[in-house]
């Protein structure tokens, strides 16, 4: 959480990484992202990224920062 908004976090084995709606498409095409389908419909905006996706350090900042990049961008709650 990123005041008060939700930037990433760990669903079973998957990161998920909130980019934005703007941001989407080009984080669904990065390998082992794919939709966050948490309710059996994917949200737009959230992504899953499989264990290998972001098992090294540099890959896990990567799609921190894209988290970051996008709640920091609207408004605390």
Not at 12 to 20: A, P, S
Not at 33 to 38: G, I, L, T, V
Not at 43 to 48: A, I, T
Not at 52 to 77: C, M, N
Request: glycine share 10%; hydrophobic share 35%; aromatic share 10%.
């Amino acid at each position: 959480m990123v005041n008060g908004h939700m930037c990433c976090g760990i669903v079973d084995k998957n990161l998920v990484v909130r980019t934005g709606p703007e941001q989407y498409e080009a984080a669904i095409s990065k390998p082992h992202a794919r939709p966050m389908d948490f309710t059996g419909r994917s949200m737009r905006g959230f992504v899953y990224v499989d264990p290998e996706g972001y098992r090294s350090t540099r890959d896990l900042k990567a799609w921190i920062q894209r988290g970051l990049h996008f709640v920091r961008s609207l408004p605390p709650k």
